[in-house]
């Protein structure tokens, strides 16, 4: 049976599409790219903005219309915090984000039965289902989700309603997933979860750090990167890590959110911008070449224009390098939704700009401090005669020379621009 994947939102949705995929070939399914000519099509969805929930929904009826046959499988986020949405739309198997790692038996089921298959999970209270995948297209890094859920319940996000509450891969289960993947030829394995700092916690004999630690003795891992962390989940035994471990890469994406404080007790998140200055100021000291990306909502309800050029001034103080702008979206079922003055769309999109533009003045600023110095690079693909890659520190670095990619090389930065570095 031919199959198509179509992957919407974070890491950990790549992650578990990957799971899926690696199942199914394991079958002997054949992967496809063109969903249009494939018997099985699995829509992995995300819900974090309306934007993508409109995605998700258009690409379902997209394929409904382009390959009426195919048995059509949709889960995710979108799925959970949408269903009785897509009740109309000829979906065979329906389910949220528990029983990905159910996928091959539930075709095979529908390919035996045609019964349709609808669950949802009422309780954010579950356990952490294990996935583990062996090889990823990208030879260089691969990905580990070694934590699921989330508590803390911000006012717009919908994700703790959908993910559930905070849980755990078992250390010694990562710790093998991690051998293996470096066995076949990964030299860096990216950490990955809804609240990955939190990873461990619930269950009060190891943490992130305690992670960290047991991997870096893998001989052949060369590095260790983590996809996001909150600023209050930094504590001194990861800055110490950070300050001592050579393999933790220095690149860290916390999520700001806001520069206001007014706009950040709306949001419920649990600091101020005196909390996470300090907490980037504690990240410099342990390592001063680090390199922070954030997210940031724009038009959040109640976010007046002096708010929003505290956000602005707040973003050029911490000194980000990328800040991921999201125009506020509302959720239907968060606190944020019933706030009074809400934002006008025109608004909201024309702030998101603006602070488009000053991520990539801070950028470029980042990069040009790095401007004639030799730097590691490992390579990671070749394209139009340049060799592609990245520094511990995530600098994207473009090398006038084809080189071997999944292969480390001194470079000299020549040039910075906003979004990458020229080398020789």
């Not at 219309?65 to 009785?84: F, H, T």
Request: with cysteine; proline share 2%.
């Amino acid at each position: 049976m031919k199959f198509n994947i179509i992957t919407f939102g974070c890491k950990v949705n790549t992650y578990e599409s990957e799971f899926m995929k690696e199942e199914l070939l394991l079958h002997d399914f054949k992967y496809v790219n063109d969903y249009k000519t494939a018997d099985l099509v699995i829509v992995n969805t995300c819900s974090v903005t309306n934007t993508a929930d409109n995605k998700g929904m258009k690409t379902i009826r997209d394929i409904r219309r382009d390959n009426k046959d195919c048995i059509l499988v949709v889960c995710g986020c979108m799925a959970e915090n949408k269903r009785e949405l897509l009740n109309d739309l000829n979906i065979d198997i329906l389910f949220g984000n528990k029983d990905k790692e159910k996928i091959y038996d539930l075709v095979t089921d529908f390919s035996k039965t045609h019964n349709k298959y609808i669950n949802f999970y009422e309780t954010r209270k579950q356990e952490f289902v294990d996935m583990e995948v062996k090889q990823f297209d990208d030879q260089t890094r691969a990905y580990v989700k070694i934590q699921d859920g989330c508590n803390n319940f911000c006012s717009f996000c919908i994700i703790p309603s959908v993910r559930g509450s905070i849980r755990s891969k078992d250390i010694n289960k990562a710790v093998e997933e991690v051998k293996e993947l470096v066995a076949s030829g990964h030299k860096e394995i990216v950490f990955t979860g809804i609240s990955t700092g939190m990873y461990g916690k619930e269950t009060g004999k190891y943490n992130l750090t305690t992670l960290i630690k047991e991997v870096s003795k893998i001989k052949d891992l060369q590095r260790i990167r983590l996809s996001s962390i909150y600023i209050n989940e930094l504590d001194e035994e990861f800055l110490n890590e950070l300050k001592t471990n050579p393999k933790l890469c220095g690149h860290l994406h916390i999520s700001l959110q806001s520069g206001s404080d007014k706009i950040l007790k709306a949001m419920h998140r649990h600091y101020n911008t005196k909390e996470f200055l300090e907490g980037v100021q504690k990240l410099r000291e342990a390592r001063p070449t680090v390199n922070l990306t954030t997210d940031v909502i724009t038009g959040f309800p109640g976010e007046t224009e002096e708010d929003f050029e505290d956000t602005i001034n707040f973003c050029k103080e911490v000194g980000f390098s990328k800040i991921h702008t999201f125009p506020y979206s509302k959720r239907a079922g968060t606190l944020a939704e019933t706030l009074p003055d809400q934002i006008d769309q025109s608004v909201k999109k024309d702030r998101a700009r603006r602070l488009i533009k000053v991520s990539d003045d801070l950028g470029l600023i980042y990069n040009q401090k790095f401007v004639g110095e030799e730097i590691d690079v490992l390579v990671e693909e070749i394209k139009d005669g340049f060799s592609i890659g990245h520094t511990e520190n995530y600098l994207k670095v473009k090398i006038n020379k084809e080189l071997t990619p999944n292969t480390n090389y001194k470079a000299k930065i020549t040039k910075a621009h906003a979004e990458y570095v020229d080398a020789i």
